[in-house]
């Protein structure tokens, strides 16, 4: 089994881990923080092990989950946003952003993206029969040609207002990539009128603030 901190340090630079299991996936761990069923072993050693720096990872994880249920219970009741644009959105796994949004308007659509293939592969076997909820891959620090992705285009109506959801997944971008332009990007991107729901996990011990 490989070295769990060689694994952590493996996935600095965001390449995804696509169908090797020998390696711990971000999703995958974090879906084993959750109590999910989609991991293996290796991601369930790297969750153990962050848990021994940082204890409350798994509370981290859900005051997040929860913070994505009521951002998407909001904009999809109270707002009417009826199309949503979940990025870096890992595994549909544990209650995720289509069941919230569904609940109050069955027929919103919802996409997903993720640059890791194992993900794509799951979303799209676990979505396959909610004909409203679809699955992409894409890069999201590739806002252009995101946007422009076949299976996104054909699914959101660019003329109306969307919900942009990036839950947890800045911290992972390295400041190379510029998260903040990016970000700036998408902005300028998405309809008027549309929403950009953000959580960014943060250390308030490591001096930065």
Request: aromatic share 6%.
């Amino acid at each position: 089994m490989p070295d769990p901190s060689e694994t952590i340090a493996a996935d600095h630079g965001r390449t995804p881990v696509g169908l090797d299991t020998s390696r711990a996936s971000i999703a995958r761990v974090y879906d084993a923080t959750l109590g999910g069923k989609d991991n293996y072993e290796v991601d369930r050693v790297v969750r153990d092990t962050v848990a021994e720096i940082a204890p409350r990872q798994s509370d981290v994880a859900w005051m997040n989950r929860r913070w994505l249920h009521r951002v998407v219970r909001y904009l999809a009741g109270c707002v009417g946003i009826d199309q949503f644009l979940d990025l870096g959105a890992g595994l549909p796994t544990v209650c995720n952003t289509h069941e919230i949004a569904q609940q109050h308007n069955p027929t919103a659509q919802v996409v997903y993206v993720d640059n890791d293939p194992l993900c794509a592969l799951h979303g799209r076997a676990l979505l396959e029969r909610n004909e409203h909820t679809h699955f992409a891959s894409a890069d999201l620090t590739e806002p252009d040609a995101l946007l422009a992705c076949p299976e996104i285009a054909a699914q959101l109506d660019p003329s109306r207002p969307l919900a942009l959801i990036l839950c947890g997944v800045l911290h992972h971008i390295d400041d190379d990539a510029d998260p903040a332009g990016v970000m700036r990007r998408y902005i300028d991107a998405i309809p008027v009128g549309s929403y950009v729901a953000i959580t960014h996990f943060w250390d308030p011990a490591d001096g930065s603030a």
